[in-house]
């Protein structure tokens, strides 16, 4: 019982997970029923993979020790160069590859700049931030190109499920989620990534490669960032070049509500993903609760303070609990 | 040497125009406990990292069971069975003790270009005989390494490397800010050693540590060697007049 306790005490994602279903509680008692109802579910899950996958990608990182600011305008410039590109009649497919090389390519110039020059990653990305979101609005040409009629909304933005319940989105999300997820915990490359940032000198006297490891987790986080802001635009139906502006802050906050820690080492994909949903049904259910919304920033600055406290106390209450033998 | 498990002949590295080690030529007998003494920037840690693969000599060369080699990386002198415990701790300790005996060594299930699916039952029950193996008694080896005390650490260090079979276990300044009773459990880690018939290179500030664990001490300074002598045929003083 003791061990259970402190087991899950330990557990990062843990402070995340009871703030969010007490405040699942308070909306939906507040809303007078109509925050769970399924329209309103609905909204919430066809918008949570977008800003999902960037928490992913930067939890991921987070937990290797470095850091990405510029998943914002990654997000935004990913869609555009696939608009752009599609006008001049490339297809959707190959259109979609070379989105996803140019997320890979600025994941790589992140992580190169960050692990050779020595820079920090803040530093780095704060520069990227910049850069790509300068590109977007450059390659866009000023006016946001005019997508495609023949888009395979299918296979992205369509509902399914029982009662329209999702939109394939979120199937591309859970299954993104499921597969970090094991890769973190589950297979040797993930140990890799959590030794490398949990401490760095012992990672390296151990032979793990953690400047190729660091890489990795730049580029994943590139390209997931691209990838959710192309389903982002999809939904919308036009690739605007101002969208994902201050979302890599939002996608700091839910990893770091979520349990990971900036100094890396500690964090879960599952964390990440409940900090965004914490995030996504606090923008939610102020509105639902008849609150002004001008209150959602406060409440987000709020929750990310309180979250990092709680998890640091837990973490000392479950090391306090000592254990026979 | 016929005998001598590692050789090294007229090492020289510079850092940034700073000559650390001048021609330093050493013989490391098979099964022996070697004491490397010396002060703050003698070129100890120099010679080590040199051995472990965390540098690489500018000049000269190493013999390993009589065969040149090259060791470039960390995992190229794992490979050739030469483990390095540092002072600093070469644990992760926001990770399980099982998962820290295993780090860049994973046993997998199957794997793809080098990346797999960890075998965690492995990982389990190996742990548990390792920590077993030398006598150290922690609870679970699902307990986080942050958790252990400093001379814990050490003690799973060094079951990580026997576990791996090592045949050179290299302990730099393993003893360092350890309370005395954790620093006598090392010491007995060190001479277990022999028992297990793995060489010992231990690396200490302290005379009387060195004089407690090994067959042979080797003085260092100013990049180079000044002393090598058996323990029986030396004493503290005469190693301190040196340095």
Not at chain 1, 89 to 117: D, E, K
Not at chain 2, 121 to 127: D, L, P, R, T, Y
Not at chain 2, 215 to 230: F, I, N, P, T
């Amino acid at each position: 019982m003791k061990r259970l306790f402190k087991t899950y005490l330990e557990k990062p994602e843990l402070a995340g997970l009871i703030l969010l279903v007490l405040l699942v509680v308070i909306f939906e008692i507040r809303s007078n029923g109509v925050f769970l109802n399924q329209d309103n579910l609905r909204g919430i899950l066809g918008i949570l993979p977008e800003t999902g996958l960037v928490a992913i990608g930067v939890t991921i990182l987070m937990i290797s020790g470095e850091f990405d600011l510029s998943v914002g305008s990654v997000f935004a410039l990913m869609p555009m160069c696939m608009a752009v590109l599609m006008v001049e009649g490339v297809p959707f497919p190959l259109a979609l590859l070379a989105g996803l090389v140019v997320c890979a390519v600025i994941g790589f110039i992140n992580g190169y700049v960050t692990i050779w020059f020595e820079i920090p990653s803040f530093i780095t990305t704060l520069g990227m931030l910049f850069i790509a979101r300068s590109l977007t609005i450059v390659v866009s040409g000023g006016f946001p190109p005019l997508l495609p009629a023949d888009l395979p909304n299918w296979l992205f933005t369509s509902f399914v499920g029982p009662g329209n319940m999702f939109r394939m989105s979120f199937l591309w999300f859970a299954g993104i989620a499921l597969l970090t997820s094991l890769m973190l915990s589950r297979t040797n490359f993930g140990n890799w990534i959590k030794a490398t940032g949990g401490f760095h000198p012992a990672a390296a006297s151990m032979g793990i490669p953690t400047a190729r490891v660091k890489l990795a987790c730049f580029v994943l986080c590139s390209m997931l960032s691209g990838f959710a802001g192309m389903l982002q635009v999809l939904r919308l139906g036009s690739p605007l070049p101002s969208i994902g502006e201050g979302l890599e802050l939002q996608a700091v906050a839910s990893a770091v509500i979520g349990g990971a820690s900036l100094a890396g080492g500690i964090g879960t994909v599952a964390g990440g993903i409940i900090g965004t949903i914490l995030i996504r049904i606090i923008d939610n259910g102020l509105v639902l609760s008849n609150v002004d919304a001008n209150w959602f920033k406060f409440a987000i600055g709020f929750l990310t303070i309180f979250a990092v406290v709680a998890n640091a106390w837990m973490r000392k209450r479950a090391k306090a609990i000592k254990m026979e033998g | 040497m016929e005998d001598a498990i590692i050789s090294v002949r007229n090492l020289h590295k510079w850092y940034s125009g700073v000559h650390a080690l001048k021609g330093v030529s050493l013989d490391l007998k098979r099964g022996e406990a070697l004491g490397l003494v010396g002060d703050n920037g003698a070129g100890k840690s120099t010679l080590i990292n040199i051995l472990s693969g965390v540098h690489t000599a500018d000049e000269g060369e190493i013999l390993v069971e009589g065969r040149p080699v090259r060791i470039a990386r960390p995992r190229d002198a794992m490979n050739l069975g030469i483990e390095t415990i540092y002072q600093y701790n070469s644990m992760v300790p926001t990770m399980s003790i099982a998962r820290n005996l295993f780090i860049g060594r994973e046993p997998t299930l199957f794997s793809v270009f080098g990346v797999g699916i960890l075998d965690q039952k492995k990982m389990g029950s190996e742990s548990i005989k390792a920590i077993a193996n030398v006598d150290l008694h922690l609870r679970s080896p699902d307990a986080l390494v942050g958790e252990l005390s400093g001379g814990q650490r050490q003690g799973v260090a060094i079951a990580r490397a026997m576990h791996f079979k090592s045949k050179v276990m290299i302990l730099d300044e393993p003893t360092n800010h350890l309370s005395v009773k954790e620093t006598s459990k090392v010491i007995g880690f060190v001479r277990g050693l022999k028992a297990q018939g793995v060489t010992g290179v231990f690396i200490s500030h302290n005379m009387h540590h060195v004089f407690d664990c090994c067959d042979r001490v080797v003085a260092m300074a100013r990049g180079e060697v000044v002393l090598d002598k058996r323990i029986e045929e030396t004493s503290i003083d005469e190693v301190h007049n040196v340095l």
